[in-house]
C-alpha cells in the first residue's frame, strides 16, 4: 500500500464504501472520468447503485498494490462508449482515507472511508499558483489548447486548480497518485511547479531536436527530389552522372597516395561532405580532389641500365649530337652507380638533371627529347612555353579564382603518368617578359633548381610535389634571351649543327622513309642517292639543320607522285634530274664573285638559324671626311666600325698602307641584306680587313673567311659560336678561316670533317690578319681611295 504524506487533517466522518479500483487512471476531486466496466469495477458500480446517492470509493491499484487515499466520487451515467464497450461515469468529490475492510452486500470490496478535510492555504501557495497557470499557459499555447488556457485562468480555488492537474496527459500516473496522497494545496502545487518546469524543459529539447529532424529531413527529402530529377533529366539527355561523384572518401581512402597527401585529401573531403550540393565550393573541392587522385604520387618507371643499349637507341635515332648523347649516358652512369650503392633516395636534392639544348631550328631539340625518354625508358611529355607570360601557367592559379587550375609542370606531371617522366620545356628563350600577370621565368627558378625543386608547391594543388627525380630538357635557339638566373639552374649543351655528310645521313635514315609514308609511296616505286641528297643539302637547302631539307624530299616525292600517276615504273632521283623537280639551285658559292673587288671581305656571323657568312662593303667618294654605315646595324657593330677606321688611320704605314686616302674622304662602310638586324663585335676583324682592302687597291682572297673582334691598338679578340661559324663556312665553300688565337680550344668541338676540308687560322694581332687575308700587292696597283680622289 502506498504511505500518504503526513500532513495535519480533520476527519470529518467516516462511511462504508464500496471500492472501485482504477489501474489505468487515477481520480482527483473535481475530476469526471469514465471508467470501463469489467468483472471487478462492475461489482463496485453496481454495488454503489444499491446505496441512497451512489458513492463509492476510486482507489488506484499501480503495480498490483492500493493506495492508502482514494477519492470519493458519484456515478454521473451509466451507458457505452463510442466503440461499444460498457462504462460509467463517475465524479470525484473529496478525499478519504481508506480504512479496514468490513462485509457488505454482492460482490465489491467495502471499506470504512475516512473524509478528509484540506487546511486552508498558507504562506506562499498564492505564488505557486501564478507561476503554475504561467507555466501551463505556456505550455498549453504550443498545443493551441486556447479553451483549456481560458477555462485554467478562471480558477480561483487552488484546490480546485491543483486537482485540475489529473487530466494533464504530461504527468504520469505515479505523480498524480502522489498528488492524491497529498492533502495540503501548498505541497501538491510545489510538486505541479518542479514537475511541469522539467516537463517545459525536457518539451524544449525534444521541439528543438525534432525542428532539427524535421528541418534535415525536409532538406534530405528536397535534395533526393532534385537528384532524382537530374537523374531523370540526364537519362533523357544521354549524359550519366560522373563516376564516383559522391564516394570521394572511398576514393581517397582506397589510394596510393603520400601520407601528408592523403591528409590534406580528407581534409577537403569533410569539407565537401559539409558543403552544400548546390554551393560553388563543392564545384571547386570536387576539381581539386579529380585533381589530386589523378597524379602519380607513388608511380615510377625503372630506368634502362644498359648504357650500350641506351647509346644505340641515341644513336639509332639521331646522327650526330655527340656532346649531347655523352651527356645522357653519363647520367645514366651516375645514376647506376648510386643505386648500386644504395644511394638514390627518391626526394634526395640534387638527384634530378636539366640540361639546355641550345641550337638553331631543325636541328632535332625537340625530338631528341623524344629519344632520351626512349633511351631511358621513361615517360616523354612536352610543355610549351612560346608566348607564356602569366606565372599562373608555370605555378598554377589560386583556388580562390573562378577557373582555377595547376599549373603546366602538375599537369605534364599527370599526363606522363609517372612521377620521373622525361619533361621537354620547348621555347624556354620565348618567353614573354614579365608583366602584371607575373614573370614566367621566376616561376621556372623552382621547378629547374636541383636544390628545392624536390619541394615544388603548385599554387592550385598547395602540396609539396616531388620533382627531383624528373629529367628536364629545355630547348633554345637563342642562348642570349635566356635569363640569367634561369640559364644558371640548367647545364648548356649547344647543338651547332650538322655537316653536310650528316645530313645526308639523316636524309637517307630518318627523312627520305618518313616522307615516304606520308606521300603514299614505297622505296619499290622511287629511290634517291647520296649524291642527289647532297645537292639538296648544299644548294637548295642551306641551313644549319634539316626542316628545309625535309621540305625539300617532300616536294621531290610530291611531283614523283604526279609522275606515277601518268606512267608506270620506279624513279630514281639523281643529280641528272633533280632540276626537273626542284628547279635551279637556290643557292652558290658567291664568294669569289663578290671579293673580286677591293673593299669587300668575307665575315662569319650566327644568327637565331645558326651560322652565316657576312660579306662587309667598303667605299670612298668626294664629300666631307667621315664614315657612314648603313645595313641595320646595332651599336656594337657601329663601334666596331668606328674602331676599325681610327685602328687604319693610326696604324696605316706600319701596315704598309697609306692612311692619306681614308683621312680626306667620305668613306661608306655597308652590310648587305640591311631589312635584317645586325649585332655584335665578330665583324671587327672583317671590318678592318674591307677597309684596308679599299685602302691598298688589293682585294682580299675569296676562299678566306675570318670572324674576331678588334680594339684600338690591334689585338685580336675572342668571340663566341665558332663552332656554328666553321660549320657556316664550310657550307659557304670556303677553304680558310682566320679566329682569334684564344678560341683555339673551341676547335675540339668542332666535326672531323669539317676540320680537314678547312684550314683554320689562329692569330692575335691584325697585321696577321690583313696579311693573310689580302691578296699580294700587284705591281702599279692604284688603292680605290686614291683613284677616288
Aim: hydrophobic share 40%.
Amino acid at each position: 500500500m502506498q504511505q500518504a504524506h503526513d500532513y495535519a487533517i480533520t476527519e470529518v466522518h467516516m462511511a462504508t464504501l464500496p471500492v472501485l479500483p482504477l489501474t489505468d487512471e487515477v481520480l482527483l476531486p473535481g475530476m469526471v472520468i469514465p471508467v470501463t466496466l469489467d468483472a471487478g469495477t462492475q461489482a463496485a458500480i453496481d454495488a454503489a447503485r444499491t446505496t441512497g446517492d451512489k458513492t463509492l470509493l476510486a482507489v488506484p491499484r499501480l503495480d498490483g498494490e492500493y493506495g492508502s487515499v482514494g477519492t470519493i466520487a458519484t456515478i454521473d451515467k451509466i451507458g457505452r462508449l463510442p466503440s461499444g464497450e460498457p462504462a460509467a461515469v463517475i465524479r470525484g468529490l473529496s478525499r478519504a482515507r481508506i480504512g479496514s475492510g468490513i462485509p457488505g452486500p454482492g460482490a465489491a470490496l467495502w471499506v470504512e472511508a475516512v473524509a478528509l478535510d484540506e487546511p486552508a492555504p498558507a504562506g506562499k501557495a498564492r505564488e505557486l499558483a501564478r507561476e503554475y497557470k504561467a507555466l501551463v499557459t505556456s505550455l498549453l499555447q504550443r498545443r493551441g489548447a486556447w479553451q483549456v488556457i481560458d477555462a485554467v485562468e478562471r480558477m480561483t480555488d487552488l484546490g480546485e486548480l491543483a486537482d485540475s492537474a489529473g487530466y494533464s496527459p504530461w504527468l504520469s500516473l505515479t505523480q498524480k497518485a502522489e498528488l492524491l496522497a497529498a492533502p495540503d494545496v501548498t505541497t501538491r502545487l510545489e510538486l505541479l511547479v518542479d514537475w511541469v518546469r522539467a516537463h517545459v524543459a525536457e518539451q524544449e529539447v525534444t521541439e528543438k531536436i525534432s525542428e532539427d529532424v524535421r528541418e534535415g529531413m525536409e532538406k534530405s527529402q528536397r535534395e533526393f527530389l532534385l537528384r532524382q530529377q537530374l537523374a531523370s533529366i540526364r537519362k533523357e539527355l544521354g549524359e550519366d552522372e560522373p563516376d564516383g561523384a559522391g564516394d570521394y572518401r572511398t576514393r581517397v581512402e582506397s589510394a596510393d597516395l603520400p601520407d601528408k597527401v592523403r591528409e590534406a585529401a580528407l581534409r577537403e573531403v569533410g569539407r565537401l561532405e559539409r558543403a552544400s550540393d548546390a554551393s560553388p565550393e563543392s564545384g571547386w573541392i570536387r576539381t581539386w580532389l579529380d585533381t589530386v587522385l589523378e597524379l602519380p604520387w607513388k608511380t615510377r618507371t625503372e630506368d634502362n641500365t644498359d648504357l650500350t643499349a641506351a647509346r644505340e637507341v641515341l644513336d639509332a635515332d639521331h646522327a650526330g649530337l655527340d656532346d649531347v648523347k655523352d651527356r645522357i649516358l653519363e647520367y645514366l652512369a651516375v645514376r647506376n652507380r648510386r643505386a648500386a650503392r644504395g644511394l638514390h633516395v627518391v626526394g634526395g636534392r640534387g638527384s634530378g638533371a636539366v640540361l639546355a639544348l641550345a641550337g638553331p631550328p631543325g636541328v632535332g631539340k625537340t625530338s631528341l627529347g623524344e629519344s632520351v625518354a626512349r633511351a631511358l625508358g621513361r615517360k616523354f611529355v612536352r610543355v610549351s612555353l612560346g608566348g607564356v607570360r602569366d606565372e599562373a601557367e608555370v605555378r598554377g592559379h589560386r583556388r580562390t579564382y573562378v577557373g582555377a587550375m595547376p599549373g603546366r609542370i602538375v599537369r605534364a606531371i599527370r599526363e606522363a603518368g609517372s612521377m620521373n617522366p622525361v619533361v621537354l620545356l620547348d621555347e624556354v628563350d620565348k618567353l614573354s617578359a614579365g608583366g602584371f600577370s607575373g614573370d614566367p621565368a621566376a616561376a621556372l627558378l623552382e621547378v629547374l633548381d636541383p636544390a628545392q625543386n624536390h619541394t615544388f608547391r603548385d599554387h592550385y594543388l598547395e602540396i609539396d610535389l616531388d620533382l627531383s627525380d624528373v629529367l628536364f630538357l629545355a630547348t633554345a635557339n637563342v642562348v642570349d634571351t635566356i635569363p640569367g638566373p634561369l640559364l644558371d639552374r640548367m647545364e648548356l649543351v649547344t647543338l651547332d649543327g650538322y655537316t653536310e655528310a650528316e645530313k645526308v645521313a639523316i636524309a637517307r635514315d630518318h627523312l627520305w622513309p618518313r616522307q615516304l609514308e606520308r606521300a603514299g609511296l614505297t622505296a619499290d616505286e622511287v629511290t634517291v642517292d647520296d649524291e642527289a641528297l647532297g645537292l639538296i643539302a648544299g644548294e637548295y637547302t642551306r641551313e644549319a639543320g634539316v626542316r628545309q631539307l625535309e621540305r625539300g624530299l617532300a616536294k621531290v616525292l610530291r611531283k614523283v607522285a604526279v609522275e606515277l600517276a601518268s606512267k608506270s615504273g620506279p624513279v630514281h632521283v639523281g643529280r641528272d634530274n633533280l632540276k626537273t623537280y626542284l628547279g635551279r639551285p637556290r643557292f652558290v658559292f658567291e664568294s669569289a664573285e663578290r671579293t673580286a673587288v677591293p673593299g669587300v671581305a668575307t665575315g662569319l656571323a650566327v644568327t637565331g638559324a645558326g651560322g652565316d657568312v657576312l660579306f662587309i662593303e667598303a667605299t670612298a667618294m668626294n664629300g666631307e671626311p667621315g664614315l657612314t654605315l648603313t645595313g641595320q646595324l646595332g651599336d656594337v657593330m657601329k663601334e666596331s666600325a668606328q674602331i676599325a677606321w681610327s685602328y687604319l688611320r693610326s696604324h696605316g704605314p706600319e701596315l704598309g698602307i697609306d692612311p692619306a686616302g681614308l683621312v680626306g674622304k667620305r668613306i661608306h662602310l655597308h652590310v648587305p641584306a640591311g631589312a635584317v638586324p645586325k649585332d655584335g663585335p665578330s665583324a671587327g676583324i672583317t671590318m678592318v680587313t674591307a677597309l684596308a682592302s679599299l685602302a691598298s687597291g688589293r682585294p682580299v682572297r675569296p676562299e678566306v673567311g675570318m670572324t674576331g673582334e678588334v680594339t684600338l691598338a690591334g689585338r685580336v679578340l675572342p668571340i663566341g659560336g665558332v663552332k656554328q661559324k666553321l660549320l657556316a663556312a664550310h657550307r659557304a665553300g670556303l677553304t680558310e678561316v682566320i679566329i682569334p688565337a684564344r678560341n683555339e680550344p673551341d676547335l675540339d668541338d668542332l666535326p672531323a670533317e669539317v676540320r680537314k676540308a678547312l684550314t683554320i687560322h689562329v692569330t692575335g694581332e691584325v697585321s696577321e690578319v690583313l696579311r693573310l687575308a689580302l691578296r699580294p700587292a700587284e705591281v702599279g696597283a692604284v688603292p680605290l681611295v686614291g683613284a677616288a680622289a
